[in-house]
Each structure stands twice: as C-alpha cells, then as structure tokens.
C-alpha cells in the first residue's frame, strides 16, 4: 500500500514532442504528489507539485494530471528538448510525516 | 529557491574507517531532514528522518549503529557511516523540509555525495 508504482521504466522521445509518464498509488491517505527530475551524479531537483483538490497543475512546460479516482497522477513534458533527458520520479507522502515514497523513475532521452 | 549542500561531494576510504557526511540547508531551517541512499539506476531509498535535537527514526532494515545521524541545528545534519565496507559505497543524498522553505511537505535535495569504500 506503500507503493508508488512508476511507468514506463524508459522513454525515448523526439525533440519537440511530448514525454508522458505515469504513475500510480494504492494509499488514499497520500496527499502531495510531487515530479523531482535528477541528471547523472546530481541531487533530484523538485520540478513540480500538486494536491488531491485539483486535477491540473502547469507550470511552464511541465504539467501534472491528477486522477484521485483512479489513483493515477502523470507528468506532461510539452515541446521536450534535448537537455529535459533525465531520470524522472514520482512520489506521494502524506501530509503527517513527510516522508516520500518515490516510484522507481524513468529514464528520459530526448532524442535532437 | 531552497537549497541544500552537502560535503563531501565525494570520498574515498579504506574498509574499516568511518566517513562523515555533512548536509546543509542554506538559506532555510529544515525542521526535518531526511537520508537517502541510491544505487546506479535505481530509485532513492530513504535510510533515515531525523528531527533537530531528537533521535533520528531509522527505516527497516538500516542499521542505525552504522549509520549514524545527527541533527544538531535547523541547518545542519550530519551522516556518519561507521566501519566503512565495500557494500556502503553507494550515492547518499540528503534533504531538507519544512520551515521557511514552504509547505512542510516540500523537500529540497543535496547534490549528493558519492561514497566509495576501498
């Protein structure tokens, strides 16, 4: 139940295309679900954040879909450029704690 | 924004020694700060949460007389992995939540530091 279930493991896009990648969580007590992104030998950088009380959260190119029916919440890359290729992770925590969970991450290649 | 810093970025060590790890937040008071260790292509595993001024709370599974936690002030927590082997190198990297930073649900990351144990 502690799970944060992450998909797909990697993705290969085109340059100007849109990365999606998805995840999904078992606990309903899960309350922040925040996208970190990390380059090779860096610490993970918080990219964006959302709640259970929206289902849409946009912040520059990155857009978060958040599903609470289904459990499922995904990352949008719009217009994906060479330098977002990354490792994304997903994660939830409840509020009480703070503690992260983190998906497995997907490695990003953006292909020029 | 939030930023953490950690030192060393890296180290090397011989088996049997004990290394030190400091972890800083620079410009906000990290009511909580959190450990974690990641292997190559893998996701983080939280080891640690630790609370300035109490005891840190260890995960299962990590052995808290060999990785030991210090939470001495609402900027600076400190990871000292004792009797260093071959199998604790590995990237630890720390992070730090609440206070001015935000939302107390907000953790801000380390860079990382690379541990290699000869």
Redesign the interface.
């Given at each position: 139940q502690q799970q944060v279930k992450q998909s797909p493991q990697s993705l290969i896009v085109q340059k100007g295309g849109i990365s999606i990648i998805n995840c999904a969580y078992e606990n309903t007590a899960f309350d922040?679900f925040?996208w970190?992104q990390q380059f090779p030998?860096?610490?993970?950088?918080?990219l964006i954040?959302i709640r259970p009380d929206v289902s849409e959260k946009k912040e520059g190119r990155f857009t978060i879909s958040f599903n609470k029916s289904a459990k499922q919440f995904s990352l949008h890359i719009m217009d994906s450029q060479p330098g977002d290729s990354a490792t994304y992770?997903c994660a939830a925590?409840m509020?009480y704690?703070?503690?992260?969970v983190?998906?497995?991450?997907t490695?990003l290649r953006v292909k020029s | 924004g939030a930023v953490v810093s950690q030192h060393p970025s890296w180290v090397i060590c011989k088996s049997g020694t004990s290394v030190k790890i400091e972890c800083r937040s620079l410009d906000f008071q990290a009511t909580t700060m959190f450990w974690y260790r990641q292997f190559p292509k893998q996701s983080l595993m939280l080891m640690a949460t630790s609370n300035e001024g109490s005891k840190a709370t260890y995960e299962q599974g990590v052995e808290k007389d060999k990785f030991l936690i210090n939470h001495a002030s609402l900027t600076l927590s400190t990871l000292t992995v004792t009797s260093a082997h071959p199998e604790d190198s590995s990237f630890y990297i720390c992070s730090g939540g609440g206070g001015l930073a935000g939302s107390t649900d907000t953790q801000y990351f380390g860079p990382g530091t690379r541990l290699t144990v000869l």
């Open positions: 922040y925040p970190y030998g860096k610490g993970p950088a918080l954040a992770f925590s509020e704690g703070n503690k992260l983190f998906g497995a991450g490695i | -």
